[in-house]
């Protein structure tokens, strides 16, 4: 029997074992980036296949490959004959016959679950409409090297409660026990939840006592015909100086980025928060080594 297959293709079903295995690995490679002579995809070609924009997630898969020892192959999803309506299960069949691993951000979660199923190599989403896995675990080693443990702490999540890196948050929260306070608009709300998630239209209350400050872009990718009805519905909820005054002495504002000025973020508050926004980006390529890592240690079947 083959050994079975590792993927990251959401937080959902993940376990804390899973999430502190990447981080354990994304922390050595942060600190010991210039003399760490891990080299785990030596002689691999890794695709990443995209459908929406990117410049984090991808340069820093392509960057980490790379310092891994393996091959990164960039792949517009519409110049792919996928683009033209060939089947996920095909492509995922011809691709799992050359490359060793792919990197996936689309629109459909169920298509980067389907091309799993039948590429059967090492899958990552790199964000779907539901998901954004990725992202948090690069926060979360982000929270905890400016806070300590994650456990017990509360993570203010400010605007679109109902978009992909809130719901990543949602299940982290479950994973890690944090509590996870969101606010966000009527009809704009977190399809799921769990105990450990609070869900409100009221940022002061989200913000109070809070230990990190988060938020996301009001539009999302592919939701841009909703533009101005999400201007509307989105205003006041925003991270500012009222609501930083009421978080903890010591909170930390995160932003996954890209960042929208006096929307979602205060021009003030982004600029003088800056340092913690983009510690936070540069820990997307510590963490995406850590999951290139993890994903090439298959568990013992
Ligand atoms: N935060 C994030 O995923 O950024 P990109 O869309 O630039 O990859
Ligand atoms: N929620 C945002 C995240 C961007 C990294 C989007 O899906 O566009």
Request: glycine share 6%; charged share 25%.
């Amino acid at each position: 029997m083959s050994a079975p297959i590792r993927h990251l293709l959401a937080l959902k079903g993940s376990t804390e074992k899973d999430i502190r295995g990447i981080l354990d690995l994304a922390i050595r490679y942060k600190a010991e980036r210039r003399a760490i002579s891990w080299r785990p995809l030596a002689g691999q070609t890794w695709a990443l296949i995209f459908t929406k924009s990117s410049t984090r997630t991808r340069v820093s898969f392509e960057v980490a490959i790379r310092e891994l020892g393996g091959s990164a192959l960039f792949l517009n999803a519409n110049d792919l004959q996928l683009g033209r309506g060939e089947p996920i299960k095909d492509t995922a069949r011809v691709l799992g016959r050359m490359v060793h691993g792919a990197i996936i951000r689309t629109y459909a979660q169920g298509d980067v679950e389907e091309f799993a199923r039948y590429a059967k190599i090492p899958t990552v989403n790199a964000l779907t409409d539901d998901e954004h896995p990725c992202q948090i675990i690069a926060d979360i080693q982000t929270i905890e090297e400016k806070l300590g443990p994650i456990a017990g702490r509360k993570i203010a999540f400010i605007g679109d409660c109902a978009c992909n890196v809130a719901r990543s948050w949602v299940y982290a929260a479950e994973i890690l026990k944090f509590n996870l306070a969101m606010a966000g608009p009527e009809g704009y709300q977190s399809p799921v939840t769990n105990r450990f998630v609070t869900q409100s239209h009221d940022v002061r209350e989200a913000a109070r006592d809070a230990d990190v400050l988060y938020t996301d872009v009001w539009v999302s990718m592919g939701l841009e015909a909703e533009k101005a009805q999400r201007a509307a519905a989105f205003q006041g909820f925003q991270i500012n100086h009222d609501l930083l005054a009421l978080a903890k002495k010591h909170a930390i504002v995160q932003h996954c980025l890209p960042a929208y000025r006096d929307q979602e973020i205060s021009e003030k508050i982004f600029e003088e928060r800056q340092q913690d926004i983009f510690d936070e980006a540069e820990n997307r390529l510590h963490a995406q080594k850590g999951i290139l890592h993890w994903l090439t240690e298959p568990p013992v079947a």
